[in-house]
């Protein structure tokens, strides 16, 4: 494998050639991950990585675009299909640079944003003091209801009449019930702000309707297309025709320069897979799995913030059920058996950041290993396995074992 690569560079080889067999051999549940189709692949490793294509389709400023344009315009009809939207810009090159080109078209600096706490489920492009949002804007941040885990609306209508953001932002990286838009659109209108729903994490929810649609009630959506819509790396936005003329260029030249048009292919392939009627079997079988995780966990005696999910992950809060285990500390000991998820930081959070009271288990990468319910069950179980008893090797052992078993029994890229 990577032969051409080998000749000229056996080192780079080695590594690509390791990642490929580290997907293969252990169970990818970090809740943003998924595993592309090896069409997606290719087309991401294309010729068009060489091509500077400044510009929208047709209006570009260099020469020998022709190509860049076509595929730059399938991906963009072929979003349109999938959400809905009456305008989608295709090239940003990440989630947060799609939000980056909201803020620059409809904000200045100093302007005021309101969104939810990282340690609630937000993320950092939302106005996180690390990030270039938190050190441009004037942040306030809401935060789930502490009985119930889900969106406090109630408090978020509230905190945006007093506070009068100019933007609301909603849409979440580690928040497992179904948003409601309609809700947070009505608190955006009440401070006669705008209504950013980032879908980074339920793109594919979304496209399949497993999820309710922001499209047609926010004034922008943003996302990124590697997550559950399972297309190449990288954003997007979709808006509708009044804020268009604002969004495109805040992309480029505002806040980005030559797209990256390898990876524009791959979020064409990529979305031309989920206008195919099995994306929706996909989509549902995402949810299904979460939820029959979520249930193992919570049969074991497990803490879920919102006390289940209705979308493709489940948040576990070790504090009551294993108050000496960092989220840390079980995610390093998860993948020595080759489960692969995240140490995450839950609502009320008591450690720190860096090793948080929770773990993000999500299902969309090992749906697309073919598993259903029996077979989530069972990692969940291995999960379950761990928590108890991170610290003896006999058991981490035989948890091993069953996920070399699982994998070959859910082969992944077979023949790539
Ligand atoms: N890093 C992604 C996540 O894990 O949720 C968000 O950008």
Known sequence: ????????????????????????????????????????????????????????????????????????????????ELWGAEHVNVQPHSG??????????????GDRILSLDLNHGGHLSHGHPANFTGQTYEVQQYEVNPETGYLDYEGLHEMAEE?????????????????EFDRVQAAADAAGAYHLADIAHITGLVAAAEHQSPVGTADFVTGSTHKTIRAGRGGIIMTDGEHADDIDPAVFPGGQGGPLMHNIAGKAVGFEEALQPDFEAYAAQVVDNAKAMAEVFRDHGLSLVSDGTDTHLVLVDLRDSHPDLSGGTAEEAMEGTGLVLNANTVPDESRSPFDPSGIRVGTPALTTRGMEEKAVSEVAHLICRVLDDHDRQPVLDEVSEQVDALCADYPLYEGL
Not at 96 to 109: E, I, K, R, S
Not at 163 to 179: I, K, L, T
């Open 163 to 179: 506070f009068e953001p100019d933007v609301v932002v909603s849409g979440f990286s580690a928040y497992p019930r179904e948003v």
């Open 1 to 80: 494998m990577y032969d051409r690569v080998r000749e000229t560079d056996p080192a780079v080889a080695d590594a690509l050639a390791g990642e490929v067999d580290r997907q293969r051999e252990t169970l990818a549940m970090i809740a943003s991950e998924n595993h592309v189709s090896p069409a997606v692949l290719e087309a991401q490793g294309s010729a068009l990585t060489n091509k500077y294509a400044e510009g929208y389709p047709g209006e570009r400023y260099y020469a020998g675009c022709e190509f860049a344009d076509e595929v730059e315009q399938l991906a963009i009809e072929r979003a349109k």
């Open 96 to 109: 947060t640079q799609a939000n980056m080109g909201v803020y620059l078209a409809f904000l200045d600096p």
